[in-house]
Protein backbone atom coordinates (compact mmCIF):
# COMPACT_ATOMS: atom_id res chain seq x y z
CA UNK A 1 0.00 0.00 0.00
CA UNK A 2 2.85 2.49 1.03
CA UNK A 3 4.30 1.93 -2.17
CA UNK A 4 1.45 2.38 -4.38
CA UNK A 5 1.31 6.11 -2.58
CA UNK A 6 4.65 6.44 -3.25
CA UNK A 7 4.74 6.23 -6.81
CA UNK A 8 1.06 8.00 -7.03
CA UNK A 9 2.79 11.05 -5.20
CA UNK A 10 5.93 10.42 -7.63
CA UNK A 11 3.86 10.48 -10.96
CA UNK A 12 2.42 13.51 -9.82
CA UNK A 13 5.00 15.12 -9.45
CA UNK A 14 6.42 14.28 -12.68
CA UNK A 15 3.15 15.79 -14.05
CA UNK A 16 3.29 19.16 -12.60
CA UNK A 17 7.13 19.72 -13.88
CA UNK A 18 6.67 18.29 -17.41
CA UNK A 19 3.13 21.18 -16.96
CA UNK A 20 5.55 23.61 -16.02
CA UNK A 21 8.13 23.17 -18.52
CA UNK A 22 5.58 23.06 -21.48
CA UNK A 23 3.98 26.74 -19.89
CA UNK A 24 7.60 27.71 -19.90
CA UNK A 25 7.76 27.22 -23.75
CA UNK A 26 4.52 28.68 -24.52
CA UNK A 27 4.65 32.09 -25.99
CA UNK A 28 4.03 35.06 -23.34
CA UNK A 29 0.98 37.50 -24.48
CA UNK A 30 2.63 40.75 -25.72
CA UNK A 31 1.01 44.53 -25.07
CA UNK A 32 1.67 47.22 -27.34
CA UNK A 33 0.67 50.77 -26.77
CA UNK A 34 -1.79 52.06 -29.00
CA UNK A 35 0.25 54.26 -32.14
CA UNK A 36 0.59 58.17 -30.91
CA UNK A 37 -1.95 60.24 -32.72
CA UNK A 38 -0.87 63.91 -32.45
CA UNK A 39 -3.93 66.11 -31.84
CA UNK A 40 -5.05 68.47 -34.47
CA UNK A 41 -4.70 72.10 -33.90
CA UNK A 42 -8.84 73.54 -32.83
CA UNK A 43 -8.43 76.67 -32.64
CA UNK A 44 -8.88 77.93 -35.94
CA UNK A 45 -12.50 78.83 -35.39
CA UNK A 46 -14.08 82.03 -35.25
CA UNK A 47 -13.50 85.33 -36.93
CA UNK A 48 -9.76 87.21 -38.08
CA UNK A 49 -8.98 89.77 -39.66
CA UNK A 50 -5.30 90.77 -41.44
CA UNK A 51 -2.92 92.66 -43.57
CA UNK A 52 -1.78 91.39 -46.75
CA UNK A 53 0.65 92.19 -49.59
CA UNK A 54 2.31 90.29 -52.54
CA UNK A 55 3.13 90.75 -56.03
CA UNK A 56 0.81 90.10 -59.09
CA UNK A 57 1.73 89.53 -62.85
CA UNK A 58 0.21 88.63 -66.29
CA UNK A 59 -1.39 89.31 -69.23
CA UNK A 60 -3.45 92.20 -70.61
CA UNK A 61 -4.27 91.84 -74.07
CA UNK A 62 -6.56 94.68 -76.22
CA UNK A 63 -8.64 93.29 -79.23
CA UNK A 64 -8.69 96.37 -81.39
CA UNK A 65 -5.51 97.62 -82.09
CA UNK A 66 -4.70 93.75 -81.68
CA UNK A 67 -2.14 94.08 -78.73
CA UNK A 68 -1.08 92.40 -75.89
CA UNK A 69 1.37 93.39 -72.86
CA UNK A 70 2.94 91.90 -69.77
CA UNK A 71 1.17 93.94 -66.68
CA UNK A 72 2.89 93.52 -63.01
CA UNK A 73 3.12 95.18 -60.03
CA UNK A 74 2.39 95.15 -56.52
CA UNK A 75 -0.50 94.69 -53.89
CA UNK A 76 -1.50 95.98 -50.40
CA UNK A 77 -4.36 95.68 -48.34
CA UNK A 78 -6.19 94.16 -45.75
CA UNK A 79 -8.31 90.96 -44.86
CA UNK A 80 -11.69 89.62 -42.90
CA UNK A 81 -12.72 86.00 -42.79
CA UNK A 82 -14.23 83.51 -40.85
CA UNK A 83 -13.56 79.63 -39.76
CA UNK A 84 -15.23 76.94 -38.29
CA UNK A 85 -13.73 73.96 -38.19
CA UNK A 86 -15.14 70.30 -38.06
CA UNK A 87 -12.59 67.94 -36.54
CA UNK A 88 -9.50 67.99 -38.83
CA UNK A 89 -11.05 69.71 -41.66
CA UNK A 90 -11.65 73.86 -41.67
CA UNK A 91 -14.35 75.85 -43.66
CA UNK A 92 -13.88 79.19 -44.08
CA UNK A 93 -15.07 82.47 -45.98
CA UNK A 94 -12.52 85.03 -46.28
CA UNK A 95 -12.48 88.54 -48.08
CA UNK A 96 -10.05 91.33 -49.14
CA UNK A 97 -9.49 94.52 -50.51
CA UNK A 98 -6.14 96.02 -51.70
CA UNK A 99 -4.25 99.14 -53.24
CA UNK A 100 -2.99 97.49 -56.80
CA UNK A 101 0.11 99.01 -58.73
CA UNK A 102 -0.44 96.69 -61.48
CA UNK A 103 0.99 98.17 -64.99
CA UNK A 104 1.79 97.07 -68.02
CA UNK A 105 2.94 99.09 -71.88
CA UNK A 106 3.67 98.12 -75.30
CA UNK A 107 4.18 100.06 -78.59
CA UNK A 108 1.22 101.09 -80.22
CA UNK A 109 2.37 103.00 -83.53
CA UNK A 110 4.68 106.32 -83.97
CA UNK A 111 6.51 105.91 -80.64
CA UNK A 112 3.51 105.94 -78.70
CA UNK A 113 2.28 103.18 -76.26
CA UNK A 114 -0.38 101.62 -75.12
CA UNK A 115 -1.26 101.17 -71.34
CA UNK A 116 -3.19 98.44 -69.02
CA UNK A 117 -3.41 98.97 -65.44
CA UNK A 118 -5.40 97.77 -62.07
CA UNK A 119 -5.75 100.08 -59.26
CA UNK A 120 -7.06 98.22 -56.90
CA UNK A 121 -7.46 94.76 -56.55
CA UNK A 122 -10.39 92.46 -53.99
CA UNK A 123 -11.85 89.02 -53.67
CA UNK A 124 -14.82 87.41 -51.67
CA UNK A 125 -14.00 83.60 -51.39
CA UNK A 126 -14.72 80.02 -49.77
CA UNK A 127 -11.33 78.32 -47.99
CA UNK A 128 -11.28 74.40 -47.26
CA UNK A 129 -8.45 73.45 -45.37
CA UNK A 130 -7.43 70.74 -43.49
CA UNK A 131 -6.25 71.03 -40.06
CA UNK A 132 -4.52 67.72 -38.93
CA UNK A 133 -0.92 68.92 -39.18
CA UNK A 134 -0.60 70.85 -36.26
CA UNK A 135 -0.44 74.22 -36.37
CA UNK A 136 -0.12 74.10 -40.45
CA UNK A 137 -3.33 74.60 -42.37
CA UNK A 138 -2.91 73.70 -46.41
CA UNK A 139 -5.87 75.04 -48.05
CA UNK A 140 -7.50 75.69 -51.28
CA UNK A 141 -9.19 78.58 -52.04
CA UNK A 142 -11.69 80.35 -54.66
CA UNK A 143 -14.53 82.55 -55.51
CA UNK A 144 -15.11 85.95 -56.76
CA UNK A 145 -12.44 88.27 -58.17
CA UNK A 146 -12.91 92.46 -58.82
CA UNK A 147 -11.13 95.08 -59.57
CA UNK A 148 -10.55 98.54 -61.10
CA UNK A 149 -8.63 98.02 -64.53
CA UNK A 150 -7.62 101.03 -66.79
CA UNK A 151 -7.00 101.49 -71.26
CA UNK A 152 -5.06 104.18 -71.99
CA UNK A 153 -3.89 105.00 -75.84
CA UNK A 154 -1.30 107.53 -75.54
CA UNK A 155 -1.63 107.81 -79.68
CA UNK A 156 -5.09 108.81 -79.61
CA UNK A 157 -4.51 110.61 -75.88
CA UNK A 158 -7.99 108.73 -74.82
CA UNK A 159 -8.58 106.30 -71.94
CA UNK A 160 -11.39 104.43 -70.19
CA UNK A 161 -11.74 102.71 -67.02
CA UNK A 162 -14.34 100.05 -65.73
CA UNK A 163 -14.69 97.92 -62.54
CA UNK A 164 -14.95 94.39 -63.43
CA UNK A 165 -15.52 91.60 -61.71
CA UNK A 166 -14.29 88.10 -62.40
CA UNK A 167 -13.22 84.73 -60.64
CA UNK A 168 -10.56 83.49 -58.84
CA UNK A 169 -8.74 80.74 -57.57
CA UNK A 170 -5.78 79.20 -55.61
CA UNK A 171 -3.72 77.53 -52.94
CA UNK A 172 -2.39 78.61 -49.74
CA UNK A 173 -0.59 77.42 -46.03
CA UNK A 174 -1.53 79.56 -42.69
CA UNK A 175 0.75 79.12 -40.19
CA UNK A 176 -0.82 79.33 -36.29
CA UNK A 177 1.96 80.63 -33.71
CA UNK A 178 1.16 79.96 -29.97
CA UNK A 179 -0.78 83.23 -29.61
CA UNK A 180 -3.74 84.38 -31.49
CA UNK A 181 -1.78 85.49 -34.33
CA UNK A 182 -1.03 83.35 -37.73
CA UNK A 183 1.12 83.73 -40.91
CA UNK A 184 -0.07 82.91 -44.72
CA UNK A 185 1.47 82.58 -48.33
CA UNK A 186 -1.03 81.79 -51.17
CA UNK A 187 -0.52 82.04 -54.73
CA UNK A 188 -4.33 83.17 -56.96
CA UNK A 189 -5.23 82.92 -60.26
CA UNK A 190 -7.53 85.74 -60.94
CA UNK A 191 -9.41 86.44 -64.05
CA UNK A 192 -10.96 90.08 -64.31
CA UNK A 193 -12.61 89.12 -67.84
CA UNK A 194 -12.79 91.89 -70.35
CA UNK A 195 -14.36 95.53 -71.26
CA UNK A 196 -15.03 97.65 -73.91
CA UNK A 197 -13.50 100.74 -73.84
CA UNK A 198 -14.91 102.08 -77.38
CA UNK A 199 -13.30 105.02 -78.74
CA UNK A 200 -10.84 105.47 -76.12
CA UNK A 201 -8.38 102.33 -77.43
CA UNK A 202 -9.50 102.58 -81.18
CA UNK A 203 -11.62 104.21 -83.75
CA UNK A 204 -12.79 100.67 -84.81
CA UNK A 205 -15.24 98.71 -82.27
CA UNK A 206 -15.44 96.87 -80.20
CA UNK A 207 -12.61 97.25 -78.80
CA UNK A 208 -12.59 94.66 -75.58
CA UNK A 209 -9.54 94.74 -72.99
CA UNK A 210 -8.85 91.70 -70.85
CA UNK A 211 -6.61 91.30 -67.84
CA UNK A 212 -5.39 87.82 -65.89
CA UNK A 213 -2.90 88.03 -63.09
CA UNK A 214 -1.23 85.42 -61.39
CA UNK A 215 -0.86 86.98 -57.62
CA UNK A 216 1.48 85.96 -54.28
CA UNK A 217 0.26 87.05 -51.14
CA UNK A 218 1.98 87.07 -48.09
CA UNK A 219 -0.08 87.89 -44.79
CA UNK A 220 -0.31 88.24 -41.12
CA UNK A 221 -3.99 87.31 -39.53
CA UNK A 222 -5.13 87.78 -36.15
CA UNK A 223 -8.23 85.58 -34.52
CA UNK A 224 -10.47 86.55 -31.89
Known sequence: MKTTITRLIFAA???????GAVAADLRQPSYKAPPYVAPSYNSWN???IG???GYSWGWADWQSPPLSMI???YLIGATLGYNFQTGTWVWGVEGDLD???VKGSTD??????????????GTARARIGYGGWN????????????GGVKATNNLLGTSASSTRFGWTAGVGVEYAMMTNWSVKLEYLYADLGKFDCGTA??????????LKQNIVRAGVNYRF
Open 99 to 101: YAN
Open 201 to 210: CSPVTPANVS
Open 135 to 146: NFLPYITGGAAF
Open 13 to 19: AAICAAS
Open 46 to 48: GFY
Open 108 to 121: CGFGFTCETAMNWF
Open 71 to 73: AKG
Open 51 to 53: LNG
